[in-house]
């Protein structure tokens, strides 16, 4: 019998949620389900650090990377991010969606918790507060034991742990190659199977979230009434708008100047691995896809696997700008204005989180609730918050996956402007 698809199982959680909550209305029934369906979410916040670690530790080790053509990806990640940002930024900022929530957002924290939460996060006593200085931000990011960034979240400084490990472990490799040692196979070993471990949990959790979905909304429902639900048309107007900006403007104008390759060659060439990406919801499982429209559009190999393969995990724009544009809605909803370096540290726990889980089946729901603690929004707030979002996260998922893997084409295409193109080279 085939398995009905996570996306479906959602949207019958969010019918089914509706159902009773209208019918039981606000009570034990309800107020019960809820709190079991706040677990799930729980759980997910639970796995969501190390399981970034560990992607990009796993990404990392495995990968050979030439220094010069990688110091160009990064370039190129680096822009194509950017203007990601500045459009999610302007979108926000200029005509403030959010605030189309705000006090509603407010009444159902009320309604549905006996106290109140404060739109803060548990703070990390070293955390140097809100402060626009350079160096006593950066200086928190370098942890003061290895434990803390686990402890308190601190998505940024996880992200940069794996990145040292992982370039530690490469020149403990290149020496023990040379002397004809290979023990640091083991760490190696170790770190996959580790990475292998958390992704079989985070599927078992991933199956619990329509039950979580049915819990919450029938809480949010039977506490509030339907109205909070006419507004999520604009949270998806909004992130749809901002990544169709990005993808259907920016990127074909970009590989059609810079890349020499036609609107007609990058859509109609990669029309392939865009449609596989937006069925599947992962722009990992359209790798080889990806390869093959690469081919028909004459970049070469080593640009190709460089870009889809190592930027999977490194240049996901689609994941950055829902993540970012998300945070900023609900602090919007909480009427928490905050500072354009507020705003820019959402950004950078976006890129991170995206940079680390990207490529993986609802990996924005997965990291999601750590970019939310980054805007400033409690525990209490999120596991509210949080469901809200969650019936419409499965539409937004699936055009995010097809815009990393549109992403990823583009980073080919610009890896290869300008050289030589040679489909059969290295």
């Known amino acids: 019998m085939k398995r009905i698809p996570l996306a479906l199982q959602v949207l019958i959680g969010v019918a089914l949620g509706i159902v009773l909550g209208v019918i039981a209305g606000k009570g034990n029934l309800t107020e019960t389900l809820g709190a079991i369906g706040i677990l799930s979410i729980k759980a997910l916040r639970a796995l969501a650090v190390p399981l970034v670690f560990f992607a990009v530790l796993d990404a990392f080790v495995k990968t050979r990377i030439e220094g010069r053509k990688f110091g160009r990806l990064m370039l190129i990640c680096v822009v194509n991010v950017s203007v990601a940002m500045v459009i999610g930024l302007t979108i926000l900022n200029v005509f403030q969606p959010g605030k189309l929530w ?28 809100a402060t626009l200085e350079v160096l006593p931000n950066v200086a928190y990011y370098i942890p003061s034991s290895l434990v ?29 190659e040379a002397h004809g040692e290979m023990s ?23 199956k619990t979230i329509p039950y979580a979905v049915f819990g919450t909304v029938a809480k949010v429902v039977g506490a509030s009434g339907l109205g909070v639900f006419a507004l999520l048309w604009v949270f998806l107007l909004v992130a749809i708008s901002g990544l169709a900006i990005h993808s259907l403007i920016y990127y074909p104008t970009i590989a059609w100047f810079w890349g020499k390759k036609s609107p007609k060659v990058y859509l109609g060439q990669g029309a392939d691995a865009i449609l596989t990406g937006l069925s599947t919801n992962s722009s990992l499982a359209s790798v080889p896809i990806t390869l093959k429209c690469l081919e028909r559009m004459g970049v070469s190999t080593s640009s190709a696997r460089l870009a889809a393969c190592v930027g999977t995990n490194l240049n996901n724009d689609g994941i950055t700008l829902y ?11 909480l009427g928490n204005n905050l500072s354009l370096g507020a705003q820019f540290q959402v950004v950078l726990a976006s890129i991170m989180a995206g940079a680390g889980i990207a490529g993986i089946p609802e990996a924005g729901l997965i990291v999601l609730p750590l970019v939310l603690s980054t805007a400033g ?4 707030t999120i596991a509210v918050a949080l469901p809200l979002l969650i019936p419409v996260d499965w539409i937004i998922a699936r055009a995010r996956s097809g815009v990393n893997v549109m992403s990823d084409m583009l980073v080919a295409i610009l890896l290869d402007a300008g050289q030589e193109t040679k489909i059969a080279d290295e």
């Open 323 to 333: 993540e970012a544009m998300a945070a900023l809605f609900l602090a919007q909803a």
């Open 102 to 129: 705000q006090g509603k957002l407010e009444a159902l924290i009320a309604q549905t918790h006996a106290k109140a939460p404060e739109a803060k996060k548990v703070e990390d006593p070293e955390a140097p507060g």
């Open 184 to 206: 640091i196979r083991t760490v190696e070993s170790f770190i996959a199977a580790c990475y292998q471990v958390l992704l079989v949990m985070l599927e078992w959790v991933v």
């Open 148 to 176: 803390r960034p686990f402890v308190y979240n601190n998505l940024i400084s996880v992200v940069l742990m794996a990145l040292l490990m992982g370039a530690a472990i490469r020149r403990v490799r290149s020496e023990q």
């Open 377 to 380: 929004l409690s525990a209490e």
